[in-house]
């Protein structure tokens, strides 16, 4: 087995495809009695060894789809390996959406919720804050239930879960009515977007950037709901830009990069030169998220919103000394903070920043340059991205981590969801 990234590789004795909660029960208690671990393995979007297993794996792709709409309250329970893509298309034909999305839509509903993934928006938080009520299978085999009315501590505990308090089966999420959103990417001047930057954030529902390493230019990425406009027919312009330039182009020049590496800023400078202006007003879940066909490695952290320019200016310090054969756009995007014990935008208004580097390349020396920045600013990193974090530096980061190791112990006491790497994340 490998990861989407093709940088995690493993080897389960078995791999099961439940197509029901009684049969991801009866798994559970066949680990149990025969002393087997088991994790759980979404889309592999996940670019740290969160989900490899040496002996049962479960792959959810069988159990998708929505199981209660609640039309009255704009709620919606679906089962847990729903694709987020899949999710939009059903949700919309009920007249639903979800409040915010991420910018990838091939992952399973319960892997995004469990690893922290978000989307963007300094009112908006991430996707598991969404969820009001779950439904999972721990270690003993028990069919457990929590929400935001009962068993409210252990709720909080399970929304960022990382796969260790048991097999989530069921999520019930708090929908909004459908809504239309009219996005526009610019091409601008990195120093116009740092001078304006919470004029941005505060003044759209959605904004994010993109810095090409090496250069003054920043690729915008602003939305915003619209009411009465029409959604517009997908035209070959924003086909070809969208979809042709931002991956097989650009699949093209990462090779090129790779095979001369002392063209990874002339590359990037191509990259800058090749953004185009698009505008798009279309419906919210396919608004959000963007086709990635080129593989890559990623970091991501999360760091306090108003350290977020000290840590930018950093970061540019890094990138520009040309030290990393790097050539990837860095992602920017902002979080309302919450009260989930293990969300890294627990009880903080967040910045994150995603760094990339093609799959094909050495990113070890750049993402520990990186992270040395992140660290020294509080960073906390996105469970499903690539880190180096230790059990103490989970300690310092998460002030909950204690009572969420609590409810782990008591709900996996055999810790037959316990792999190498959660062993050694959190000291187990």
């Known amino acids: 087995m490998k990861n989407w990234a093709e940088n995690v590789e493993w080897n389960p004795s078995e791999i099961a495809y439940p197509t029901s909660e009684k049969e991801i029960q009866q798994l559970v208690l066949k ?186 230019t920043a690729w915008t990425k602003t939305s915003n709901i619209v009411e009465d406009s029409e959604p517009d027919k997908v035209n070959f312009f924003n086909y070809w830009t969208e979809y042709v330039l931002e991956n097989y182009v650009f699949k093209l020049f990462c090779e090129y990069a790779r095979m001369f590496p002392s063209q990874n800023k002339t590359v990037a400078n191509i990259t800058a030169a090749s953004i185009s202006n698009v505008k798009k007003v279309y419906h919210s879940h396919k608004v959000y998220a963007t086709q990635r066909l080129v593989k890559f490695h990623e970091m991501e952290y999360n760091v306090p919103a108003e350290t977020y320019q000290d840590v930018f200016k950093d970061i540019k310090k890094i990138v520009n000394s040309k030290k990393f054969n790097i050539h990837f756009p860095i992602e920017n995007r902002w979080v309302k903070g919450d009260d989930v014990y293990m969300s890294p935008a627990y009880n903080r208004d967040s910045a994150y920043i995603a760094c990339h580097v093609y799959n094909k390349k050495e990113s070890k020396a750049y993402f520990a340059a990186l992270e040395e920045i992140f660290k020294a600013y509080d960073g906390r990193p996105h469970w499903g991205k690539m880190n180096t974090f230790t059990t103490q530096d989970v300690i310092n980061s998460y002030p909950k981590f204690q009572d969420f190791m609590t409810f782990r112990k008591e709900h996996d006491p055999q810790n037959i969801f316990v792999n190498p790497y959660i062993q050694n994340l959190f000291g187990i």
Request: aromatic residues 6%; proline residues 1%.
């Open 31 to 216: 680990a149990i009695n025969s002393n087997k671990k088991i994790r759980v393995i979404g889309s592999g979007h996940s670019f740290t060894s969160l989900c490899s297993t040496n002996h049962i794996l479960i792959n959810l792709d069988n159990y998708q789809g929505t199981i209660v709409i609640n039309k009255e309250k704009n709620q919606a329970t679906v089962k847990a390996g729903t694709k987020l893509s899949l999710l939009g298309e059903l949700l919309f034909k009920e007249g639903l959406a979800m409040e915010n999305m991420g910018d990838i839509n091939v992952q399973s509903l319960a892997g995004a919720i469990s690893t922290g993934t978000h989307g963007t928006g300094v009112d908006l938080k991430s996707i598991s804050n969404q969820v009001i009520a779950l439904k999972f299978i721990n270690g003993k085999g028990e069919v457990i239930e929590c929400s935001t009315t009962k068993n409210i501590e252990l709720f909080k505990a399970a929304q960022v879960s990382l796969g260790c308090l048991g097999i989530i089966t069921e999520i019930t999420l708090q929908c909004v009515p459908a809504y239309k959103l009219k996005l526009q990417n610019k091409k601008e001047k990195l120093s116009d977007v740092l001078a304006t930057l919470d004029q941005r954030n505060n003044e759209n529902r959605n904004f994010e950037y993109y810095w090409i390493p090496y250069t003054n």
